[in-house]
Structure formats: C-alpha cells, structure tokens
C-alpha cells in the first residue's frame, strides 16, 4: 500500500483490533443479518469473505449453514486477523483449516492469487470503501483500484453466484452508529475493552471521513456503485438500507452467459 501520500492504518493489528467489537452492537448486527438475508448460504458452497476482518460474517455463514458450507475463505490486508480465525475454528470445532482460511492479501491490486471462478459467492462487509490508487501523474487520488475490485470479484465468482456486500452511504454518521451501539456496548461483560474499542472505532472513523474528503477513499451514492456494479460485469442489482442508514447492503448476480 502507498505510504507516500499518508499512513493507511487497516494493516496495523491496532486498527485491526479496533474493529473486532463491532459485532456485539445492534447497528452492526443489523447489517449483518440483512446481508446474511441476501447471502443465503448453502450447504456445500465456496465463499469469500472480501475484507473479512476478524470474521463475523464468515462465522455467521458457517453458522447458518450449521457448518455445512463448503469453505469460508477470509481476506485481509491486517494480518492481525489471521488470531481471530484460528479462534473461530477452535470455537466451531472446524479442524480442516482450508474449510475456514484466512488469506492476508491487499485487495487494492487486485484479487491476484485466485483462480476464476473459484468461489461460488462473495461477501463483504463495509470493506471495499477502501480499495485504493494513486496516480502519479496527476497527483490525485482515483476509483481506479475500486473498479477494478468489482471487476476481480466477478471473475472470482462462477457464473451465476452472487455477490453481496454493504458500503456506508456517502458521508456517513459515525456518531448516530455510535449512540444505536450504546446499548450493545454496556450489555456486555467487558464494558471498559468495549468502551475502548468504541472509542478507537471512532477516532479511526475520523481518519476515513478525512480520507474520502480527498478521494483515497470511496463512499459513493448508491446510484454510483450500481452503475460500476454493471460496467464491472454485474446485473441483476439490487440494494437497501441498513446498520441505522448509515450503509447500503449490495445484492449483484454474475451472468450466466
Ligand atoms: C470496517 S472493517 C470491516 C471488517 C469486517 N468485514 C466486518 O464486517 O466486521 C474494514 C475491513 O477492510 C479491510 N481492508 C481495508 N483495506 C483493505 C485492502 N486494501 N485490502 C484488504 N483488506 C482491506 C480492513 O483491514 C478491515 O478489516
């Protein structure tokens, strides 16, 4: 990842950590049964989970499938995240790791180490936001490394697999996430870790809006995404509102040609 033009903090196992918590807050929990809706994982099905951090959505599609999911792949640029699966694994007692594997890889160049059509679906959750270019002819930052992604994801995907994920809207409020999680947070056994990790979320949000403001990073109107979805090689888009309106949940379908 370029560093010249900024430190970008998702590598760190501190920003990694930071957003582990996530999941015990409504908002989040939310978002994710709206995208396991449209997910729909089955039995025997090859998943990628893009961005994965420290895995809810690969558990919760392990999880509704009752561990019958073919294989849950996760990747990551933190590599922090790797501990989190082989904590999933121990807990969902999976002792074959290739059925629930972390990869560490930077999406931002691409999906270059997997084959075509090697999963039959992919999910992601509020990570592709951040797929990043500069160009350095112009001085600027591009949707460059974001379009190809999209593109990457539907060369990854079997003809008629899905691709689901969630973006937050343009400009998004990280405080009224912030005040919907409350509850969340204080409901838990470890109130202060909880507290702590909200408060980290909260300082690297300010970082993102930061970022976006000078186009590294890409929280787009759904409109925008749609519209790359199709030239990327998708139909079949679909979207809807979620995590407190602060994110769109994404349903595209590869075609069978
Ligand atoms: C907001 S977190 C979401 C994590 C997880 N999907 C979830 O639902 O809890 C965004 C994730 O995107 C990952 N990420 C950001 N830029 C990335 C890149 N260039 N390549 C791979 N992963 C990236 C971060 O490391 C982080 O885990």
Same mark, same amino acid.
């Given at each position: 990842m370029p560093v010249a033009h900024g430190v970008n903090w998702w590598p760190s196992a501190a920003c990694a950590k930071a957003f582990? &918590? #996530? #999941? $015990? =807050?409504p908002p989040y929990q939310e978002l994710l049964a709206d995208t396991l809706d449209w997910a729909d994982p089955r039995a025997g099905e090859r998943w990628l989970d893009l &961005? =994965?951090? +420290? +895995?809810a959505i690969s558990r919760a599609i392990w999880e509704k499938t009752r561990g019958e999911v073919g294989t849950v792949v996760g990747m990551d640029c %933190? $590599? %922090?995240n790797a501990a989190a699966y082989a904590r999933h694994r121990q807990e969902i007692a999976c002792d074959q790791e290739e059925r629930f594997a972390f990869i560490c890889h930077d999406f931002s160049s691409g999906l270059g180490p997997l084959a075509d059509r090697t999963f039959d679906h992919v999910v992601s959750g509020l990570?592709?936001?951040?797929a990043e270019h500069f160009d350095e002819a112009t001085g600027r930052w591009t949707t460059t490394a974001y379009d190809r992604l999209l593109a990457e994801v539907c060369r990854v995907i079997r003809p008629g697999g899905r691709f689901v994920f969630s973006v937050n809207v343009p400009d998004p409020q990280w405080g009224k996430v912030a005040w919907h999680s409350l509850p969340g947070l204080l409901a838990g056994p470890k109130k202060l870790r909880s507290l702590k990790r909200a408060w980290r979320m909260m300082r690297y949000g300010g970082w993102l809006k930061r970022e976006a403001r000078v186009g590294r990073f890409h929280y787009l109107p759904a409109d925008d995404v749609t519209r790359r979805l199709t030239a990327a090689g998708f139909a079949e888009v679909h979207h809807r509102l979620s995590y407190r309106d602060q994110a769109f949940v994404f349903r595209a379908v590869k075609p069978v040609v």
């Open positions: 582990w &918590g #996530q #999941q $015990d =807050c &961005g =994965c951090g +420290g +895995g %933190a $590599d %922090a990570s592709i936001t951040y």
